[in-house]
């Protein structure tokens, strides 16, 4: 209880950084948080100073450390965006840059066991903007608007890994979700049977905790082969929490002459995906390495529909309408599973310092038919490079990606009432990553 309780209050107190943070597709579901994976488009590459890469892509990796390590990371993205509709040209994405930190410890413990802990990203996605809300339902629009969504979950961990043999070696690691989600848009109710088409301004956030694990192994062929597999399971985390709005504008259009503000209690349930990845580091001769490393990630089986529960209404006349204080609603996504590959290679420059560069392609997961500004993790391409220094026991890493700008159209909307019908959302991405890492 007392480790779930100080989950909680770190990631309440990380909360204001991540809202900061904008939706990408490579970014949006983190494979691999290290600097050094940056760097190579994703791709994480075992190593002695590695602790954060190893716990969050394959937990065999915890093998190669060689002493106990302090690996911390920091990354900061900037997002650009427009939206346009019926009733918007190019409105632009207002997201700030945002500051992620995270970062891990890891040790050998004898010959074969190396353990290791910490804390990092493992879904992040926030998305703001501020458009007008097109006409809907009765001609019901609520003018210009913030549309916000963000649905953030960072991951504490703890891993362990075996080493079976000098070429071959095992890995699991056990984590805690936790995940927080909000919602500050004109919404329009999908599925609830009397409320079907109508739409509400609602500000909604939830908090919630989950839990999930990671295996993985590595082989080393040769001296200069490493190769990786790794599996990490799906998530499943309800979240509980408070919602409030306002229905003026719907009020207003069917003639009903009462107060139209709302509270409910408020409870949505998320399915972060199970996920796999292969990769190979070739170490051609000591100064050059390339790397190589697909993804597949299972949102088929996660984003299907994001179910919203509503308990608790205080607002009388939305309790005639629907005959109970309780709502149900789902919001479609039916997103698609996603493959993504990735390519780099490293150069050691001289003894303390190194160059990295590569490129990353995947699929967008988001279908078309539900598509709108506040899902849009569209990227589908990235180009990364990077920087180490070493000095004495401190290693100093940098990295930087560009996610060129991608864009993606709606021609019929599957979301109720056509609001979304002929839309389109371009989106674009830089991040930069900043890790330091100490063997003691």
Known sequence: MNFRRNLLLFA???????????????????????????????????????AIGALSTNPAGLTYLSSPTLDLSMSAIFARGSFTNSANTNSPMTTSPGVIPYGAFGMPLGKRFSVGLGF????????????????????????????????????????????????????????????SNTLHAPYIFQSQPTLAGAKTLLDLHTYGTGWNMSVGAMFAPTKKL????????????????????????????????????FTYNAS????????ANGNLAWHVNPRWTLVFQTDWVNWS????????????????????????????????L?????????????????????????????????????LTPMTSAIMTNQISTGF????????????????????QQVQQSNLLFSEYNNSSVRLGLQSLSLGYSFQF
């Open 12 to 50: 309440v107190i990380l909360s204001p950084i991540f809202l900061a943070v904008p939706a990408s597709a490579q970014d949006f579901y983190w494979s691999s948080a290290s600097t050094r994976s940056l760097g190579l488009a994703g791709v994480y590459v075992p190593s002695s100073t590695d």
């Open 120 to 179: 990092a990203p493992d879904l992040v996605s926030v998305s703001d903007w501020k458009y007008v809300d097109a006409p809907g339902f009765a001609g019901v629009t609520y003018g210009l608007q913030e549309n916000k969504s963000a649905i953030l979950a960072g991951r504490a961990m703890v891993g362990v890994s075996y080493a079976i043999s000098h070429r071959l070696s095992v890995g699991v690691t056990a984590g805690a979700d936790y995940n």
């Open 226 to 261: 490493d190769v990786g597999v790794a599996w990490k399971s799906q998530t499943v985390i309800v979240t509980n929490g408070l919602a409030t709005g306002d229905a003026s504008a719907l009020f207003t259009a069917l003639g009903a002459n009462a107060p139209s503000t």
């Open 268 to 275: 949505v349930k998320n399915i972060l995906p199970q996920s």
């Open 301 to 332: 089986n996660a984003f299907v529909n994001l179910p919203v529960t509503l308990t608790n209404g205080t607002n009388a006349t939305i309790n005639a309408v629907a005959g109970s204080s309780t709502l149900v609603d789902g919001v479609p």
């Open 334 to 370: 039916n997103w698609k599973d996603q493959y993504s590959f990735h390519g780099g290679v490293e150069r050691l420059l001289t003894e303390s310092t190194s160059i990295r560069f590569g490129y990353a392609h995947g699929n967008s997961p988001v279908p078309d038919g539900t």
């Open 388 to 407: 180490a220094y070493h000095m004495g026991r401190s290693r100093f890493d940098i990295g930087y990606a560009f996610d060129p700008t991608s864009q």
